[in-house]
């Protein structure tokens, strides 16, 4: 396993911060010479004007598409891919350790959970306009612990609990960059290029 390659998991409610934690990571952290990409089931629904086109039916293939993506940002050599997802059951999680540990990846989980917030807030700051409901049923779906009853694993993936995101949410950064480093955010029509 190398010590410079790394699949970060962020999971977290809708509205919780996952995007904004992405691209932090990805775009406001300075590495010398690393390739860093985010990749989410929501870089699908993107369409080749930059518009966010949630298609309810094509969510399964959303996330098929997403796991390709990750497996193939692992294949290009990025030392830091960041998957940035609901995540709200277990086995939701297991393909992206799978893909880590057959690449060599370290893997590093982020909950997020709610933020803090409770379910309007949470509507109120998700970019992609997700009803209250939606919100409440993540919520209910929840499972803490995203690695317990799951396969053995080679290294135990590091969990990270919680976010200080205190900062207002700003709807207009939802797809910007963070930082003063540009970095690949990859959807079906850009394929992480720039």
């Not at 996330?63 to 995540?87: L, M, P, Q, R, T």
């Not at 200080?164 to 797809?175: G, I, L, M, V, W």
Request: proline share 2%; charged share 25%; with cysteine.
């Amino acid at each position: 396993m190398s010590d410079n390659k790394y699949i970060v998991i962020i999971r977290g409610l809708s509205g919780s911060g996952k995007t904004t934690l992405a691209q932090l990571i990805c775009g406001a952290l300075e590495f010398d010479d690393e390739k860093r990409v985010a990749v989410s089931a929501d870089d699908f629904f993107i369409d080749d004007k930059g518009n966010y086109v949630f298609e309810y039916e094509k969510l399964s293939e959303a996330h098929d598409w997403c796991k390709a993506e990750v497996e193939s940002c692992a294949k290009e050599g990025f030392n830091v891919i960041v998957v940035h997802n609901n995540f709200t059951k277990r086995w939701e999680v297991s393909p992206y350790i799978e893909i880590a540990q057959k690449n060599g990846y370290r893997v590093h989980v982020v909950n997020l959970y709610d933020n803090g917030l409770n379910d309007s807030q949470l509507a109120e700051r998700c970019c992609h306009n997700i009803p209250i409901n939606s919100i409440s049923s993540q919520r209910e779906r929840w499972e803490l612990d995203a690695f317990r009853g799951t396969r053995s694993f080679k290294s135990r993936p590091q969990q990270h609990f919680g976010f200080d995101n205190s900062q207002e949410f700003n709807k207009n950064r939802a797809y910007n960059n963070f930082g003063n480093r540009d970095f690949q955010h990859r959807n079906r029509f850009n394929n992480g290029s720039r």
